[in-house]
């Protein structure tokens, strides 16, 4: 299983961005899919997060500003992460990650992470 993040880049306050993940597998039919974040010293927060049904879930910090979006084509699953009105706060490495089985996402437990992705908000 691969997870590759991309998208990740410099804005200012108030600025848009979108992040995408790639999660390559062959040996599983579905995944569970989230974003989290790190900020320099910092724990790491989830910030959005998809079940396999298609469940969408939003950290409080992120309600009403950033949406995700899954897709899957073949044994390529991509979940997006629109990021809207931008702040300082967000400033972090964003991390995809991916599980297969869904009680261990809902214990907070994801098996496969990607190398993330900086996102700095900066005037």
């Known amino acids: 299983v691969q997870v590759v993040e991309s998208g990740g880049d410099s804005v200012p306050p108030g600025g848009s961005l979108t992040l995408s993940c790639i999660v390559t597998?062959?040996?599983?039919?579905?995944?569970?899919m989230g974003w989290f974040r790190q900020a320099p010293g910092k724990e790491r927060d989830w910030v959005a997060l998809?079940?396999?049904?298609?469940?969408?879930?939003?950290a409080n910090f992120v309600k009403g500003r950033f949406t995700i979006a899954k897709a899957k084509d073949r044994a390529n699953f991509t979940l997006d992460l629109r990021m809207n009105s931008l702040q300082s706060d967000d400033t972090a490495t964003y991390y995809c990650?991916?599980?297969?089985?869904?009680?261990?996402?809902?214990?907070?437990?994801?098996?496969?992470w990607g190398q993330g992705t900086q996102v700095t908000v900066s005037s």
């Open positions: 597998a062959y040996t599983y039919k579905d995944f569970c």
């Open positions: 990650a991916a599980e297969p089985s869904p009680w261990l996402a809902r214990s907070g437990k994801y098996t496969y």
């Open positions: 998809m079940d396999i049904e298609g469940n969408s879930k939003y």
